[in-house]
T-cell receptor
Framework: NAGVTQTPKFRILKIGQSMTLQCAQD?????MYWYRQDPGMGLKLIYY???????DKGEVPNGYNVSRSTTEDFPLRLELAAPSQTSVYFC?????????????FGDGTRLSIL | RKEVEQDPGPFNVPEGATVAFNCTYS??????FFWYRQDCRKEPKLLMS???SGNEDGRFTAQLNRASQYISLLIRDSKLSDSATYLC?????????????FGQGTTLQVKP
């Protein structure tokens, strides 16, 4: 029962470095999402995907890129890390069987940019 | 104005108390609503969906009032294990995207 798996769980980056946050799901969900959550705040949508080869911007896409080459994987790329990107990142997936389907979240990646 | 607004709290209540959280939303086109629960530094987990007719799951009752654009969550007989942040969530867009808009959350502390 893996569900949504995110790696790494923690990471510290220097300003200007790049990295990829990995997300994989084994539920054959077409819809996948990346959120960030700053302390004391709700989740904000960065990017989402409705299927392999299809991605779109959310509320806060600047500084990030995504790809969706397979149904299972939805990596999030930070090209030039900035302190403002210090946050907790959650990946989620959902079945496409209608709007009432809940999103299933990974454990999160805690990222600090110093 | 935020699309989904909640009173951040914290709500500090004794065990056994009944507590109610409210949430308002600004986009009348929203399709579905949910309450998620988030424990400290953990991922959000679905608590319950919210339907116009109201729905109940054990000690939890959720209500949606589309005319007033208002959602509520009632917790009866609070347990220590109910301490968490409760996120009001609206689903927007077509059924092809299922984008969720999260409120900032309401923090509940249940004390012995």
């Amino acid at each position: 029962n893996a569900g949504v798996t995110q790696t790494p769980k923690f990471r510290i980056l220097k300003i200007g470095q790049s990295m990829t946050l990995q997300c994989a799901q084994d539920m054959n969900h077409n819809y996948m999402y990346w959120y960030r959550q700053d302390p004391g705040m709700g989740l904000k949508l960065i990017y989402y995907s409705v299927g392999a080869g299809i991605t779109d911007k959310g509320e806060v896409p600047n500084g990030y890129n995504v790809s969706r080459s397979t149904t299972e994987d939805f990596p999030l790329r930070l090209e030039l890390a900035a302190p403002s990107q210090t946050s907790v990142y959650f990946c989620a997936s959902r079945s496409d069987r209608g709007p009432n389907q809940p999103q299933h979240f990974g454990d999160g990646t805690r990222l600090s940019i110093l | 104005r935020k699309e989904v607004e909640q009173d951040p709290g914290p709500f500090n209540v004794p065990e056994g108390a009944t507590v109610a959280f409210n949430c308002t939303y600004s986009n009348s086109a929203s399709q579905s609503f949910f309450w998620y629960r988030q424990d400290c530094r953990k991922e959000p987990k679905l608590l319950m969906s919210v339907y116009s007719s109201g729905n109940e799951d054990g000690r939890f009752t959720a209500q949606l009032n589309r005319a007033s654009q208002y959602i509520s969550l009632l917790i009866r007989d609070s347990k220590l294990s109910d301490s968490a942040t409760y996120l009001c969530v609206g689903a927007y867009g077509s059924s092809n995207t299922g984008k969720l808009i999260f409120g900032q959350g309401t923090t509940l502390q249940v004390k012995p």
